[in-house]
Nanobody, 127 residues
Framework: QVQPVESGGGSVQTGGSLELSCVTP?????MAWFRQPPEKEREAVAA???????STTDSARGRFTVSRDYAKNTLYLKMNGLQPEDSAMYYC????????????????????????WGRGTQVTVSA
């Protein structure tokens, strides 16, 4: 059983920074961050594969950086230049990779691709 556990959320002013963390029991996982603003659907933010290759959605590109520390079984999301529209519950998600021709493959960055979900950490950005 994989239960991601997020931390690092909080309240900041516009232009501020936060770093979210997510711990899992092991690191042999494809990992991603999603967020869900109030009364809106959950949306993708960024993902990282087994080779530390990353993908970031348009809303986060240039401001948010996803990374992982294999030794600590920890996923990070460094967020700079936060705006009020970034206010949301942020979720860490994980899924086991598939092996294709000896390579670890991760699924597309989408809510339906990920199996294991944390309970979320709240980020609030005030104007």
């Amino acid at each position: 059983q994989v239960q991601p556990v997020e931390s690092g959320g909080g309240s900041v002013q516009t232009g501020g920074s936060l770093e979210l963390s997510c711990v899992t029991p092991h690191s042999s996982l494809c990992m991603a961050w999603f967020r869900q603003p109030p009364e809106k659907e959950r949306e993708a933010v960024a993902a990282i594969d087994m080779y530390r290759r990353t993908s970031t959605t348009d809303s986060a590109r240039g401001r948010f950086t996803v990374s992982r520390d294999y030794a600590k079984n920890t996923l990070y999301l460094k967020m700079n230049g936060l705006q009020p529209e970034d206010s949301a519950m942020y979720y860490c998600a994980a899924v086991r990779p598939t092996v294709v021709g000896g390579d670890w493959r991760c699924p597309p960055l989408a809510v339906t691709s990920y199996t294991y979900w944390g309970r979320g950490t709240q980020v609030t950005v005030s104007a």
